[in-house]
């Protein structure tokens, strides 16, 4: 008796390859999502060093006085009320970034001197609840600002 070779695959082979990739995708997908929230908490965290770094560069070219306002996904920045050359230059908000996480802080606002140094030390912190991030803070003193992490007790370890 001849047999005729049969192409294709059976049933239970797909069976069995699909349950692998079920398998491999349930043990991928959370790492995923962790490595997801992760890059945003990094990216948003690198957003605010940013946007210090260039409110002290624009208060100390401008010699203007400013300050920042922290309110939970949005950081302001403004003209102090005692400096109205700065205030009859930007009536208004100077600028204002909007991160995609939440942000805490231990202080509600900062001010930067017309000569570039942060007149109140702080932190400023990115919603981290898993502490997957490398780096999930930003800390401001008199004239550094670093990236750090929290370490549980609203503190800013630097790096």
């Known amino acids: 008796m001849e047999r005729k070779i049969k192409l294709g695959?059976?049933?239970?082979e797909l069976l069995v390859v699909i349950s692998i990739i079920g398998i491999l995708a349930s043990i991928a997908i959370p790492n995923l999502i962790k490595w997801i929230n992760s890059g945003a908490i990094k990216q948003n965290t690198l957003q605010i060093y940013s946007f210090l770094q260039k409110s002290r560069l624009l208060a100390f070219t401008e010699k203007v006085n400013l300050t920042l306002f922290i309110n939970q996904n949005k950081i302001c920045l403004k003209c102090q009320n005692s400096d109205n050359y700065c205030k009859s230059i930007y009536?208004?908000?100077?600028?204002?970034?909007?991160?995609?996480?939440n942000l805490y802080s231990n202080v509600s606002f900062i001010n930067i001197s017309k000569y570039g140094y942060f007149e109140r030390r702080?932190?400023?912190?990115?919603?981290d609840f898993e502490n997957i991030a490398k780096f999930n803070c930003v800390s401001v003193s008199l004239i550094r600002i670093r990236l750090g992490k929290n370490n549980g007790n609203n503190k800013c370890n630097q790096f």
């Open 9 to 12: 695959f059976t049933l239970i």
């Open 91 to 101: 009536p208004n908000n100077i600028q204002c970034i909007e991160t995609s996480k």
């Open 122 to 127: 702080g932190s400023i912190f990115v919603y």
